[in-house]
């Protein structure tokens, strides 16, 4: 008897289980549009066009996602989010995924109950400064007013710095980048900290960028990348492998360019063929049918044609790809295998 109601438990909790994890999925799926959270506005990671239209490197990971499991890219409702807002949006089902400069750390992963589904892209918090100030090093800001995002991982690594170098400072606090950029402009606090990719991206939004500077310091480690609900493990499988297969199409050679004639019949590499479609059943596994790699990569191409477009070295913002280079190329981003 007790065997029989333990056992019939186990088949609800697995039915019940089972509901949870699809529920995203289909959500998605009966709605036909993507909610994606994203930040307020941040110049080559998440911001509209002169035509409303939302671009960026976080953007594309969105598009990514909506063509796996929608096959259009442009299914997808941006919802503007701050460093305040942007958890209660996901918790209460508001956006589906959120994909926003977010730090991976272990509070949020655990106490907020949020899955984060992978690193795309590595950071660290740094400080920019007029050039005018005079200041080369962030050891020298002593005294200094600094602006700085609430609701923030900034806040706490801020505090730690200072006092781990015996100097003080005084929060200028803000909402958004755009009110930290204005704040900072008008000269409401001496330097501006966040991390050093958004610091990159904020001063080329500048009139004139050249006037100021990012201090050499990195403070802090900011693993940052898309985050869903915990309990749904279907969806989160689904953000995750999408963001991996933008990531894996780079080191195997897949583009936009090519990823249509490679899809088209099996290669003579495996691991292409098994992320492409066209050998095994990968995308059955995660509910999806065998294509949904090749359109994420078609979108807007692997994780290398992304990243330059958005904010690489030939871009406003600038930004070498450093550790956000491949393994076999002097960073440390790869992923899982497909298999």
Request: net charge negative; hydrophobic share 40%.
């Amino acid at each position: 008897m007790k065997k029989t109601v333990f056992l019939g438990a186990l088949t609800v909790a697995g039915v019940a289980a089972g509901a949870s994890a699809a529920a995203t999925l289909d959500d998605v799926k009966a709605r036909g549009k993507l909610n994606c959270g994203v930040t307020t506005g941040l110049v080559g990671f998440a911001a509209p066009d002169a035509n409303g239209v939302w671009e960026g490197f976080d953007v594309a990971v969105c598009r990514a996602v909506a063509a796996a499991v929608l096959g259009d890219p442009q299914a997808v409702e941006f919802v503007p989010t701050t460093g305040k807002t942007r958890f209660t949006a996901l918790a209460s089902g508001e956006i589906d995924m959120l994909a926003r400069n977010t730090t991976w750390t272990f509070s949020r992963d655990t106490d907020l109950k949020f899955e984060f589904v992978g690193v795309n892209y590595y950071d660290g918090q740094g400080f920019m400064v007029p050039k005018a100030l005079g200041v080369s090093s962030a050891k020298e800001l002593d005294g200094a007013t600094v602006c700085i995002q609430t609701g923030t991982t900034t806040e706490l690594n801020l505090a730690d710095f200072f006092r781990k170098n015996n100097i003080s400072y005084e929060p200028v606090p803000i909402e958004t980048n755009a009110e930290g950029q204005q704040q900072y402009l008008a000269g409401a606090c001496d330097t501006y900290t966040t991390d050093a990719s958004g610091l990159a991206a904020t001063r080329a939004a500048f009139e004139n960028p050249t006037e100021h500077v990012i201090l050499p310091e990195i403070i802090s480690k900011e693993p940052l990348g898309p985050l869903v609900r915990h309990g749904d493990n279907e969806w989160g499988d689904i953000v995750r492998w999408t963001l991996n297969a933008l990531i894996s199409a780079e080191e195997l050679g897949v583009t936009s360019a090519n990823v249509e004639e490679m899809a088209s019949a099996p290669t003579n590499s495996p691991e292409i063929n098994r992320l492409l479609g066209t050998e095994g059943n990968l995308g059955e596994m995660i509910g999806l049918d065998a294509d949904w790699a090749k359109r994420a990569i078609a979108v807007g191409g692997n994780y290398g044609e992304v990243f330059e477009r958005n904010i690489g070295e030939n871009t406003p913002i600038g930004l070498a790809r450093g550790l956000n280079a491949q393994w076999t190329d002097g960073g440390i981003l790869y992923s899982p295998p497909f298999r």
